[in-house]
């Protein structure tokens, strides 16, 4: 079972940020969070992830609370061809023998509009 | 430098028949997992070779499905038997390691069982 609660679904104008939550209540303190997405049909694609710190590359930003239950991820310019399902994922720990195996969920399906 | 290859992107195979996946990691890359999405559900793992051996396969479905990764690199998963509920989307995926790392995926291979 997924480890991460989100929205089904999500719209957001083109040009304005989107920001998509994730619940993870239950996260150890060495596990990490992780977003996907997949475009239509094609593979997933990774997007960001962090353990505590807030993390930004070229694609996004990630915000994880202070406490790590939860974080939102935010595409600070979204564009129509960021439709697509989100997924926020915290991966079985390796330190328990679960090695990086994701655990997708339904996700988040994101819909960028003009 | 090349991403995740998978062959091919389409198969049309009859039930009963044998069908032979192949994924081509990105080179260097010591993890292997091969995931799934059968029509209106999530992407499952099926599972996770480091380099030749299998690390864990709690994901695969039946004996009718088998993975090989001999000499760790390319990998294939055949199916035989096919049957009517294997049609799907199948998704190979590689990392370097285990932890503190993203898993980079092809764009998965189509497979029609008729």
């Known amino acids: 079972d997924a480890k991460t609660t989100q929205p089904p679904s999500m719209d957001c104008a083109e040009g304005r940020a989107a920001n998509l939550p994730c619940n993870h209540s239950t996260i150890s303190g060495n596990e990490y969070v992780y977003w996907y997405r997949q475009i239509h049909s094609q593979g997933p694609q990774y997007i960001i992830h962090g353990l505590k710190n807030n993390e930004t590359n070229e694609m996004a930003s990630l915000i994880i609370t202070e406490d790590r239950k939860s974080s939102t991820l935010i595409l600070p310019h979204a564009t129509l061809r960021d439709t697509a399902v989100y997924y926020c994922?915290?991966?079985?720990?390796?330190?328990?023998?679960?090695?990086?195996?994701?655990?997708f969920g339904t996700g988040t399906q994101l819909k960028v509009e003009l | 430098e090349a991403g995740v290859t998978q062959f091919p992107s389409h198969s049309v195979i009859e039930k009963g028949q044998t069908v032979t996946l192949r994924c081509d990691p990105i080179?260097?890359?010591?993890?292997l997992y091969w995931y799934r999405r059968v029509m209106g559900k999530e992407i499952k793992f099926l599972l996770h070779?480091?380099?030749?051996?299998?690390?864990?396969e709690s994901g695969m479905p039946n004996n009718r499905f088998l993975a090989e990764r001999t000499g760790g690199t390319y990998s294939t998963l055949k199916v035989q038997p096919a049957e009517l509920e294997d049609s799907g989307v199948y998704f190979c995926?590689?990392?370097?390691?285990?932890?503190?790392?993203?898993?980079?995926f092809g764009q998965g291979t189509r497979l029609t069982v008729v």
């Open positions: 080179s260097g890359h010591d993890n």
């Open positions: 070779f480091v380099k030749e051996s299998k690390q864990d």
């Open positions: 995926a590689s990392s370097q390691g285990l932890y503190n790392t993203e898993a980079f």
């Open positions: 994922i915290v991966p079985d720990n390796i330190l328990t023998g679960g090695g990086n195996k994701l655990t």
